[in-house]
Each structure stands twice: as structure tokens, then as C-alpha cells.
């Protein structure tokens, strides 16, 4: 199993993942191993089976009613945003 | 039982509750002398990421108050540690990682208050894998956590502060959570109880999430029987965890007596494969201890079952890899410095605030998710889960509980499988079998290897877990592993 530098960059840019032009050969090298390992599930002979998302069979996804049950706290939580101004979070300029 | 100051150390969950009730103790007294020993190992050890001295002697002292008052319960005034990977308000969360060094959370998890409403009193937050993402406790931002027995050796992870800090006597129970192993693999390693609760029988409200369908909940303890008095506070429905189960949580403790006559043990022939030969005879011999108290012993095959590691390497990372977008240098976490533009935040916050390993699974994830993979990856993987699921399940129509080692060797050194992942995987080649099936698992201490501790994993039907505290209790009355320390923290 082999992956393209060019795919490295690629997943790195997906997953915003920032990589140096070092990191790229290492990148793919490890991915290469662990998605090696990987193959083995194709030993299984996995026709018409059911994926399974869940691991208890049967459970249902729950849902709240709808209704309100939180208050503003948006101070306490935007104690722990790197920029904060007038109860905005701050980035960098998107629109010119 | 009665003790001095010198030696409260040693005692367990059950024998602190008897002194405190007694009155011969108080909570302030016991938060006091653990909180120094937890200072004088820190160094060595570094099994903690914070230690919260200040609150838990203020905890300690409600406790004692209530106490007084009559308002006191088992736990009221037992000094605890958690793993930070469980939100706390008021003090930092980091999930051993750079990314939330300094985040300090506005709420705490469910697992969290219901201790500290039972009256647990929080000495402080366990060292951990970043992101619960390791079996060596050496991908933490806060740096590697050293094993009691050995400090040359790991401790095992990711929950590998808790594991170290119990069986090093700091605090006679910590909180832990398991996605592969996490929970059982380390306190293998370290000697000491370890319990993964079913998926759903603890809320996640709270924890930090890593793989959303496979993590899960649990304890580290010195023994079962402190495990059942602490799991019986945590368990339980949370309308707040949308996988939370609403299903009434028994009281562990009155089984754990339960003769084992009658029991049927399944011994996994696919758990002797890559064992290492020194480990067979100690899980041979707990088989034997098993049988002679009236159980009985037959081989199963759980045929797709070595397929358990290839399948947690393509749901977990895939789960990781969504989980950990939230982590965008906005909101929360790490931000880097002098953003040129909104992408460059994102990819450079991450690129510094996330370790070599997260970043990896991150990487993995993305790719098994992504166009033209999904099909061959994520949606095999999902099946073969289905395959090995269902093994389980047959399994248990056959016997009661599975038995077999927890992992294959005992605790390695401090770097020996850095240089290679799937190595690093291959270590919870054992435990990640309950994970992709949901089952509550097991792992007490069984024996010695070279002077390193070894586990016996129990592994049980869906909501089990009081026939796997009472087999492991029972187990526990006969042997003495449990109660060895390592040397140096007698």
C-alpha cells in the first residue's frame, strides 16, 4: 500500500491540518502502514450485511421536546474564546 | 479497621467510608494526607495534569460538615482524582493535550457532579493520551506518565494517571474512560481494577469526546468492591447524554458474594494468539482459581475477532476525525499566532495545538471518510463491527462471561513503541473486542511477570456489570494480587 504526497496534501487540507513540507513524506509513510494494517478487513466475507452505527441493537436516537431550557450565558462561555468583542468572537477579515 | 495518619494510603474505598462513618476520621484530615503524598510523587510519577489542593480541602470540609449533619452517604468525604478528560468547573480541562492547556470549562460532566453529589471530594485531574488517543500515556502534552512498578516502564493509556495514581496509593479510586482499552489496558499494566461499563450505562455528558459510538465511562480501583460502591453513583440515565440508556442501575454491591456455582466461563481460544508466554499460566491459573469455585469451563472461538484492531482503526479515527473539527481556534482551545486569514487560523491552531498521534487519526479519518473510500474503508469496517458483534452475541448463548488476559505483555518501556504505530495499536488487540460490541468488561490484577503486573479480563453480556463485579469480586476474596503495591509506595 502506497499514498501520493499529493493525497497527503490533499487529507491535510480536508481535515485543516496546516503540514511542512517535511512532515508530507513522514505523512504518507505512516498512513501507508496503518491503512496496510487496514486491509486485512477484506479477508471478511461481508455480503448483505448491515452496517452497524450503534453499538446496542434496537436503541432509537431520543429526542428533547422542544422547548426552551437554556439561558444566555454567553459571558461565562466566551471566557475561553481567544477574541472576544461586544459578545462577537473575532477572527481575521473573510470579506474585503 | 483502624489506622494512623502515616498509613491511610493504604486503605480502600470500603475501609475510608468505615473510618469516616466511625467518626475516628475526618475528610479533612484524610484530603490533607493524600494531597501530600500526591505532592511528594508528582515528579516521579507525574500522574497528574492539575492538583486541585485549595477546593478539594474546601470539599472536605462540607463533607465533614455533613457528616455532622447526618446528611452523609458511602462516598461522603472519599478523596478521588479524575481523569481530565471529564469537564470540571473550575478548574482546567486539558485532555493532555496543548490545544485546551488553558480551557477551563462552564459546566461540569454528569459523571462529575454525581460523585461530588455523592460527596466525593476531587484531590485533583489525571494525566492522560492527548485526546484519550494512546496505550502509553506518552502522546500527553504534560509528558509521559511513569509505571509504579517500574519507572522505566509506561503505564499503559490513555487512561494511564488514573491507573498509576491508584495503584501508587495517591487516591484509592480514579475516573477513566475506555474507546479501546483505555480503561482495562492500563490498570493491567499498573496492577490494579479496572471496569468499562456497558456503552450507554454512564453518561458522556461532559467527556471530552473522542470516538462517539465506542467511548465509554468507568473507574479504576483497588479493588471490585470499591468499583461497584462507585459505579453505582455514576451509572445511571442522563437525559443530557442522547445515547444515555434508561435503565434502572442495581445495587452492585449486594451481589458481589453471589456463589459462582453453576457459572459458565468462555475461555476465547483467539486470546491465547500473541500472548506472551509468561502471561498464559497466570490466566490458566485464575481459570483453575474460577473452576474450583464451582464454575464451569469450556472453550469458544469468536471467529472475526482478529479483526478488531483493522476495524478500530478505520471507525475510531473516522469518528475522531469529525469529533475534533470543533477544534477551529475560534471558540475555544488554541489559537496560533498572526493569522494572515480565516483557513490559516483553522489550519495552523490545529496543525500546533494537536499532537503527532491525534493528528495522525485526524489524518486517517479524513482519508477513510473521504469521496471514492467511504465504500471500501468506513462502510467495511462498519460490517465487519456487525460480524464481530454478532460473535459476541452468539457466544453468550453459550456461556455467561468471557475470560482471558487483558493484554499481551505486561508494561513495556518508555519509548520502545514510539517509532511505530500499529505496534502501538497491536496492544489492545484484547480490549477493543467490547468496545465494538458494547459489552462491560473487566480487568483485574491476576499475577507477576518479572516483578510487573498482569490482568485477568472478564468480559459480559449487554448491562452485566453486576455479574462482572461479583466474578471479579469473588476472584478477588481468593487472591491477593489486588492488594500488592508497587515498592516504594507502601
Known amino acids: ?96 | 479497621m483502624s489506622r494512623g495518619v502515616s498509613d491511610l494510603h493504604l486503605a480502600d474505598v470500603a475501609q475510608l467510608s468505615a473510618q469516616l462513618q466511625s467518626g475516628q476520621l475526618s475528610s479533612v484530615e484524610l484530603t490533607q494526607a493524600l494531597l501530600a503524598r500526591i505532592e511528594q510523587h508528582q515528579r516521579e510519577l507525574n500522574a497528574f495534569i492539575t492538583i486541585s489542593a485549595d477546593s478539594a480541602l474546601q470539599e472536605a470540609a462540607r463533607a465533614d460538615e455533613r457528616r455532622r449533619h447526618g446528611t452523609a452517604g458511602a462516598l461522603t468525604g472519599i478523596p478521588i482524582a479524575h481523569k481530565d478528560i471529564f469537564c470540571t468547573a473550575g478548574e482546567k480541562t486539558t485532555c493532555g493535550s496543548r490545544m485546551l492547556a488553558d480551557f477551563v470549562s462552564p459546566y461540569d460532566a454528569t459523571v462529575v457532579q454525581r460523585l461530588r453529589a455523592a460527596g466525593a471530594v476531587m484531590l485533583g485531574k489525571t494525566n492522560m493520551d492527548e485526546f484519550a488517543m494512546g496505550s502509553s500515556n506518552e502522546s500527553s502534552h504534560f509528558g509521559p506518565v511513569r509505571n509504579p512498578w517500574n519507572p522505566a516502564r509506561v503505564p499503559g493509556g490513555s487512561s494511564g494517571g488514573s491507573a498509576a495514581a491508584v495503584a501508587a496509593r495517591l487516591v484509592p479510586a480514579a475516573t477513566a474512560t475506555d474507546t479501546g482499552g483505555s480503561i482495562r489496558q492500563p490498570a493491567a499494566l499498573c496492577g490494579v481494577t479496572g471496569i468499562k461499563p456497558t456503552y450507554g450505562r454512564v453518561s458522556r455528558y461532559g467527556m471530552v469526546a473522542f470516538a462517539s459510538s465506542l467511548d465509554q465511562g468507568g473507574l479504576i480501583t483497588r479493588s471490585a468492591h470499591d468499583a461497584a460502591l462507585l459505579l453505582a453513583q455514576m451509572a445511571g440515565f442522563d437525559e443530557r447524554d442522547s445515547t444515555s440508556v434508561e435503565l434502572p442501575v442495581p445495587d452492585y454491591a449486594a451481589s458481589l458474594e453471589q456463589p459462582l456455582k453453576g457459572l459458565k466461563v468462555g475461555v476465547l481460544r483467539e486470546f491465547f494468539d500473541g500472548l506472551d508466554e509468561a502471561i498464559e499460566p497466570l490466566i490458566r491459573a485464575a481459570l483453575a482459581l474460577l473452576h474450583a469455585q464451582g464454575a464451569v469451563i469450556r472453550e469458544v472461538s469468536l471467529p472475526h475477532l482478529p479483526l478488531s484492531v483493522p476495524v478500530y482503526y478505520v471507525v475510531a479515527p473516522a469518528e475522531c476525525s469529525s469529533n475534533l473539527a470543533r477544534f477551529d481556534g475560534v471558540r475555544y482551545g488554541y489559537r496560533c499566532e498572526a493569522p494572515r486569514d480565516l483557513t490559516d487560523l483553522y489550519q495552523r491552531s490545529r496543525a500546533h495545538g494537536f499532537g503527532a498521534e491525534v493528528k495522525r487519526r485526524i489524518m486517517i479519518g479524513t482519508y477513510v471518510l473521504s469521496a471514492g473510500y467511504y465504500d471500501a474503508y468506513y462502510l467495511k469496517a462498519q460490517q465487519v463491527r456487525a460480524l464481530i458483534s454478532r460473535d459476541f452475541e452468539q457466544a453468550f448463548h453459550e456461556v455467561d462471561v468471557l475470560v482471558g488476559p487483558t493484554t499481551p505483555t505486561t508494561a513495556f518501556e518508555l519509548g520502545a513503541k514510539t517509532h511505530d504505530p500499529v505496534t502501538m495499536y497491536l496492544n489492545d488487540i484484547y480490549t477493543i473486542g467490547a468496545n465494538l460490541a458494547g459489552l462491560p468488561a473487566i480487568s483485574v490484577p491476576c499475577g507477576f511477570v518479572g516483578g510487573l503486573p498482569a490482568g485477568l479480563q472478564i468480559i459480559g453480556p449487554h448491562f452485566c456489570e453486576a455479574r462482572l463485579l461479583n466474578v471479579a469480586h469473588r476472584y478477588q476474596r481468593e487472591t491477593d494480587w489486588h492488594q500488592r503495591a508497587p515498592r516504594g509506595f507502601l
Open chain 1, 1 to 96: 500500500m502506497s499514498i501520493e504526497h499529493s493525497d497527503v496534501e490533499s487529507i491535510a487540507r480536508l481535515a485543516r491540518l496546516a503540514l511542512t513540507a517535511e512532515e508530507i513524506p513522514q505523512s504518507a509513510q505512516e498512513l501507508a502502514r496503518i491503512l496496510g494494517m487496514v486491509e486485512q478487513l477484506k479477508r471478511a466475507d461481508t455480503a448483505g450485511v448491515t452496517p452497524m452505527s450503534h453499538p446496542l441493537p434496537g436503541q432509537r436516537q431520543r429526542l428533547r421536546t422542544d422547548a426552551v431550557t437554556e439561558t444566555d450565558q454567553h459571558e461565562l462561555y466566551q471566557r475561553n474564546a481567544p477574541q472576544v468583542q461586544a459578545g462577537l468572537y473575532l477572527v481575521p477579515r473573510v470579506v474585503e
